[in-house]
């Protein structure tokens, strides 16, 4: 039995359906929720051979006429080139403004095809089809779309919601360990933020259930996201737990060396320590959140070659700095948290240095 989890945006709500070998479904789900049309499948060239001919088969028996795209693997893909690339090959293959985006993959993927959709002719649909664990607990849904610049982390993009996100769980088999993993870096984030309990849960048991982890992570960013769409409220900002110095990470390593969830972790140490020293943490809930991360082979120290004053001046251009002060999201006990003004860089550069 698949889950269908609302995202109730109040201008046009939509479903998170979780469940078993469904993506064969994909085209009888998709009809439900858009007229048959033409549409861009895309997706990367580690994930078409797996799954690809599975959409494009449920999709043609739904009546809907494929054009497939593939774009090249990892984050370095995440570049406003490839939009252009992408679109390109859409306008090419004759896609009009009734035609929609099927974005089949993880965060990347995600990412730049709802961006896409986000612009093409000036906005078509698109449904979301995630196929890793970041991308099924949480890039998947919520509407941030977008690409890195040079100058930073997801600097370019739009708010984009999907008409409907499809998970099978069972894509996930054929996930890498090391993929795999870094998915975890946003479940912890969320346990840290919101759910105290799934934090003891993953620390109590190694293989936990994943269509219920899934879901339960789906239902946490659901909330969050139907009562501030579009981050204005500081609500939808405490998603970014463990970001600000996770982004300044992938972007002074170079997009691609780290997973966004292993440049998370780092980002989430720094965070909870952080959290001690300015919101009261307790040393024993920040160093829960440690071990979880290492339970799941985590990074929880940083390289020499990164220096602190290359993260702090990319941190500097961190989209939640508003008139020069930081926005920084600090958690007061597990489960809580809420965005301080109070953090200052010596605090930042303090934090940085503990990764040593
Ligand atoms: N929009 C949001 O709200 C949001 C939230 C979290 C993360 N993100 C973004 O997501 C991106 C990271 O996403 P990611 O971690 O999924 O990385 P990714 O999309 O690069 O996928 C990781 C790797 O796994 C491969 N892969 C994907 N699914 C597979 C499968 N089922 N079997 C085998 N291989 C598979 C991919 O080809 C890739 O090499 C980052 O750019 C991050 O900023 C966005
Ligand atoms: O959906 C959100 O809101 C999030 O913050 C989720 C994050 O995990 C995600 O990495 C997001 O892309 C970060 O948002 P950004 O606005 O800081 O780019
Ligand atoms: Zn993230």
Redesign the pocket.
């Known amino acids: 039995m698949a889950a269908r989890i609302p995202v109730l945006i109040s201008r046009n709500p939509y479903e998170v359906i979780v469940g078993h070998d469904i993506l064969r479904r994909a085209g009888e789900f998709i009809s439900q929720v858009l007229p048959a049309s033409r549409c861009a499948l895309i997706t ?1 060239s ?2 078409a051979p ?1 799954y690809a001919e599975t959409v494009e088969t449920s999709l043609e028996a739904a009546g809907f006429e494929v054009t497939t795209i593939i774009v090249p ?3 370095p893909s ?1 570049a406003l080139g490839f939009i252009e690339d992408v679109c390109d090959q859409m306008i090419e293959a004759g896609l009009d403004r009734r035609s929609a985006v099927i974005a089949l ?7 730049l095809a709802g961006f896409v959709a986000s612009i093409f002719y000036r906005g078509i649909p698109h449904v979301q089809i995630p ?2 664990v ?2 099924q607990v ?2 998947s849904l ?1 509407g ?2 977008g690409v890195n610049s040079r100058k930073g ?2 600097l370019l993009g739009a708010f984009h919601q999907p008409s409907l996100v499809i998970t099978d769980v069972n ?2 088999d ?3 360990k090391r ?1 795999f993993n ?1 998915g975890f870096g ?1 479940i912890i984030k969320h346990a840290a933020i919101r759910d105290a309990a799934m934090l003891e849960d993953l620390l109590a048991e190694t293989s936990p259930d994943l269509g219920e982890l899934i879901s339960r992570n789906v239902k946490i960013k659901a909330r969050i996201v139907a009562e501030d769409e579009f981050e204005r409220h500081g609500l939808r900002a405490l998603l970014n737990f463990g970001h600000t110095i996770g982004h300044a990470i992938e972007n002074a390593a170079g997009y691609g060396r780290y ?3 292993e440049a998370i972790s780092l980002g989430l140490v720094a965070a909870a320590r952080i959290s001690v020293k300015k919101a009261d943490l307790s040393e024993e809930s920040a160093e829960k959140i440690i071990t979880a991360l290492k339970a799941y082979n985590l990074p929880t120290s940083l390289p020499a070659d990164i220096t602190t004053d290359t993260l702090l001046a990319a941190l500097s251009r961190d989209k939640k700095f508003e008139s020069g002060a930081i926005r920084f999201v600090v958690v007061p006990e597990l489960g809580e948290a809420f965005v301080s003004k109070d953090v200052t860089e010596e605090d930042l550069r303090e934090a940085i240095e503990s990764l040593r």
Do not use: R
Not at 105 to 111: F, R, S
């Open positions: 990367d580690n994930i797996l693997p990892g984050e995440k993959g993880g965060g990347v993927i995600g990412d196929t890793t970041v991308a949480d890039s919520g941030k779309t982390k997801n894509t996930l054929t996930l890498p993929e870094e946003e997973l966004h969830g």
